[in-house]
């Protein structure tokens, strides 16, 4: 390894403190929003890469990631039923209206299958979630389906 790589590979967290950046970054992936700027699953696999360094336990890696993207999906389940079409106004979002349309269509022809599925469509990934949720489907199906999927994304 060159030796500039080495060096920020030895400054980057280990320990706890890695495992609970992977849950932050697997969170933000999954919001409504966010997720459609942020490069989570590039982040996730590098991560992955870094356990397989030594940073962590690959075990440990893998149930931050998945717990982060289940708060992500709840959370962003939780706005859209609780605020719904509000968002739909919000500036940043009126920009991207051709996706929420995208994900709301994909909602509505798979149903619940779509939560699972959606989970690994990098583009719709947090928004799937906030459709849900808008469109007011029963909590516990959806906690089923965002459970089976983050657990095998």
């Known amino acids: 390894m060159e030796q500039w790589l080495h060096d920020i590979f030895n400054l980057l967290p280990g320990g706890i ?3 609970a950046v992977v849950l932050v970054i697997a969170f933000f992936e ?12 590039v982040l996730t696999v590098f991560c992955g890469w870094l356990a397989f360094q030594g940073k962590a336990s690959i075990i440990i890696v893998m149930t931050a990631a998945g717990l982060g993207a289940l708060l992500g999906d709840i959370v962003s389940y939780w706005l859209g ?3 719904g079409i509000h968002l739909w106004k919000w500036k ?3 920009k991207r209206q051709a ?11 798979h149903g619940g299958k779509s939560i699972f599925f959606g989970r690994f469509l990098g583009p719709i990934r947090g928004v799937v979630p906030f459709v849900a949720g808008a469109s007011h489907m029963r909590p516990f199906p959806f906690c089923c389906y965002s459970i089976i ?4 994304w």
Do not use: K, N, W
Not at 102 to 109: I, M, S, Y
């Open 81 to 83: 039923a609780r605020f």
């Open 30 to 41: 999954a919001l409504v929003g966010i997720g459609l700027i942020m490069p989570g699953s």
């Open 17 to 19: 403190i890695f495992a």
């Open 99 to 109: 996706l929420l349309h995208t994900a709301e269509l994909f909602f509505f022809e």
């Open 149 to 152: 999927s983050g657990i095998l």
């Open 92 to 94: 940043f979002l009126q």
